[in-house]
């Protein structure tokens, strides 16, 4: 939330919201609004929210309503550990990885090194997108390919400059192998949350087409994104419409899922 505009002739201040967009290579500036919120009067009270649940609706009712609200035939889930192997709803992690390389590509089957953004920052984090499905160089599952490999611990420290490296020194050190394999446990950690929400068009778990379209959203926005976020940056897709392309490229593929029952 931002002070934007104060008009003395009526002692009031206009406040904006400015927005941004995370995916897998990173996020945006705070470039999305201005976004008109709220305005105040002079001496208004500015509420700035509390951690503590109001004394009248009580921690253990809040539960019960959420209870409520769940499926009752879905309530033991598995919760074997994510290997990438093996995928909630019977997705393909090979076939979603191809899906999302057209979605980073934009249709086109290769992306040019100088079409990569030198740096970018998750939270305050920055470094570089990689390979072929974008995955950021401060990804911890990144940072442990990378770090073991002789020269590793150097090569990590180059990806927070300016300069991009070199295809040579990408496959090198982050080989396209161990690239499909940390993009597959990305793919099997979405579905595997994905496989655990609540559709609200069905008020039932994500299945089928649906379960598709919820994990690629995450794959784009982060594990936090809202379902069927609507926000998207000029000339970008929103995280709804890049699930439901995304889908639509994993059908495309030969790409199956689990029907809902």
């Known amino acids: 939330m931002v ?24 996020c945006t500036p705070y470039n999305i609004g201005p976004i008109p919120f709220m305005e105040y009067k002079r001496n208004a009270m500015i509420p700035i929210g509390s951690s ?5 609706v009580p921690a253990l009712k809040i539960e019960q309503k959420l209870a409520q609200k769940r499926p009752a035939s879905k309530k033991n889930l598995s919760s074997r550990e994510v290997t ?3 995928v909630a709803g019977g997705i393909s992690p090979e076939i979603m990885a191809n ?6 590509n934009g ?6 090194q100088d079409e990569r953004s030198p740096i ?3 939270n305050s984090n920055c470094g570089k997108v990689l390979g072929k499905f974008a995955l950021h160089s401060t990804n911890p599952m990144v940072i442990e390919s990378i770090s073991q490999k002789k020269g590793g611990e150097n090569f990590l420290e180059t990806l927070r400059q300016p300069k991009y490296p070199n295809r040579s020194e990408i496959k090198k050190f982050f080989p396209p192998s161990e690239q499909s394999a940390i993009i597959h446990k ?3 950690q979405a579905a595997s949350q994905s496989s655990r929400e609540i559709d609200p068009i069905t ?3 994500f299945c089928g087409d649906r379960l598709l379209q919820r994990t690629a959203q995450i794959l784009a926005g982060g594990s936090h994104t809202p379902i069927d976020y609507k926000v998207s940056n000029p000339n970008t897709l929103s995280v709804e419409k890049t699930g439901q392309k995304v889908a639509i490229y994993y059908k495309t593929y030969g790409g199956s899922v689990i029907s809902c029952t």
């Open 3 to 26: 002070l934007w505009e104060v008009d003395e002739t009526n002692d009031s201040a206009q406040f904006v919201l400015f927005l941004r967009y995370c995916n897998i290579g990173g």
């Open 52 to 56: 503590k649940l109001p004394n009248h």
């Open 84 to 86: 990438g192997k093996e």
């Open 99 to 104: 899906s999302i390389i057209s979605i980073i």
């Open 107 to 112: 249709g086109h089957s290769s992306i040019t």
């Open 120 to 122: 970018t920052c998750i």
């Open 186 to 188: 990305i793919i099997a």
């Open 203 to 205: 008020n039932d778990y």
